[in-house]
């Protein structure tokens, strides 16, 4: 009886084997794509749409167009490095009631990444330059701060955050000082067959002139591989719910499509 027991306790082993396989495949994959962290090539099609600002009738619209580029330790730097480019394609109210869209300002940063292993870590210089063609799509000033991030990845998803810090320091005399920090909580749960849930939602706080507004996003996306590359399309919307400030966004639709490359 025992032998019998112990047999079918090996098939029904190993008939689960290619499912928990398969899942744990699919979560490596996912956090693979989601991990901001991930030291793989990458380039990101991301879009946010605000159809009403509060306390008015305007929308808003960026697609941001970002690129990541790992680089690996050497001699002078130690550790891992990811760059980062993220340029803006916005649209806004402009001064005669109408809308102006175009490039805006261009971010950059580069990560450090001190700790791999269990909960990773990051930080890092950042520097946004006055390229916006409108007064209105950016600030008319050169910015320079720091970002940090840290990620905790398990097969069940992320779990972290990107902070980042910002204040001006040169450009259009005729614009105003510029100062500004936000906090981008990562949630992640990964579903079966490359679904997962998402909650990315961008806090904001403008220390200069003491606004701020926090959203909170509810999502899902799906990855897959096509090759050697990770595809992943998602939309997640997100809804303000805690706000100082008028002309803040009231609701966002964010969306996107990231290709990781090689990985």
Same mark, same amino acid.
């Given at each position: 009886m025992s032998m019998k027991l112990g047999t079918h306790a090996l098939l029904l082993a190993a008939s689960f084997a290619p499912v928990v396989c398969a899942l744990a495949d699919n979560a490596d994959t996912a956090n693979k794509s989601n991990n901001p962290l991930n030291?793989?090539?990458?380039?990101?099609?991301?879009?946010?749409?605000?159809?009403?600002?509060?306390?008015?009738?305007?929308?808003?619209?960026?697609?941001?167009?970002?690129?990541?580029?790992? !680089?690996?330790?050497?001699?002078? !730097?130690?550790?891992?490095?990811?760059?980062?480019?993220?340029l803006?394609?916005?649209?806004?109210?402009d001064p005669h009631n109408g809308y102006s869209t175009g490039m805006g300002d261009l971010n950059l940063f580069d990560i450090f990444l001190l700790k791999t292993d269990g909960v990773q870590l990051g930080i890092g210089p950042q520097i946004t330059a006055p390229t916006a063609e409108q007064d209105e799509l950016g600030t008319g000033k050169w910015q320079a701060g720091l970002a940090a991030i840290a990620i905790d990845s398990s097969r069940r998803g992320l779990l972290g955050a990107l902070v980042q810090y910002q204040s001006s320091f040169a450009g259009d005399h005729d614009?105003?000082?510029v100062e500004t920090a936000t906090m981008q909580p990562f949630i992640i749960h990964n579903l079966a067959k490359g679904w997962y849930l998402r909650s990315t939602g961008t806090w904001t706080f403008?220390?200069?002139?003491?606004?701020?507004?926090?959203?909170?996003g509810l999502g899902g996306g799906?990855?897959?591989?096509?090759?050697?590359? !990770?595809l992943n399309a998602f939309i997640e919307p997100q809804w303000t719910v805690e706000r100082k400030g008028d002309g803040l966004p009231q609701f966002t639709l964010f969306a996107g499509i990231n290709v990781t490359f090689g990985k």
């Amino acid at each position: 009886m025992s032998m019998k027991l112990g047999t079918h306790a090996l098939l029904l082993a190993a008939s689960f084997a290619p499912v928990v396989c398969a899942l744990a495949d699919n979560a490596d994959t996912a956090n693979k794509s989601n991990n901001p962290l991930n030291l793989a090539p990458g380039a990101n099609l991301q879009d946010y749409y605000t159809p009403k600002l509060f306390d008015s009738n305007a929308h808003t619209n960026d697609a941001l167009l970002r690129g990541t580029l790992p !680089i690996a330790p050497g001699d002078f !730097i130690g550790v891992p490095q990811l760059l980062r480019a993220t340029l803006p394609i916005s649209t806004r109210p402009d001064p005669h009631n109408g809308y102006s869209t175009g490039m805006g300002d261009l971010n950059l940063f580069d990560i450090f990444l001190l700790k791999t292993d269990g909960v990773q870590l990051g930080i890092g210089p950042q520097i946004t330059a006055p390229t916006a063609e409108q007064d209105e799509l950016g600030t008319g000033k050169w910015q320079a701060g720091l970002a940090a991030i840290a990620i905790d990845s398990s097969r069940r998803g992320l779990l972290g955050a990107l902070v980042q810090y910002q204040s001006s320091f040169a450009g259009d005399h005729d614009r105003a000082h510029v100062e500004t920090a936000t906090m981008q909580p990562f949630i992640i749960h990964n579903l079966a067959k490359g679904w997962y849930l998402r909650s990315t939602g961008t806090w904001t706080f403008d220390l200069k002139n003491d606004t701020h507004y926090i959203p909170l996003g509810l999502g899902g996306g799906k990855v897959w591989k096509s090759g050697s590359n !990770i595809l992943n399309a998602f939309i997640e919307p997100q809804w303000t719910v805690e706000r100082k400030g008028d002309g803040l966004p009231q609701f966002t639709l964010f969306a996107g499509i990231n290709v990781t490359f090689g990985k």
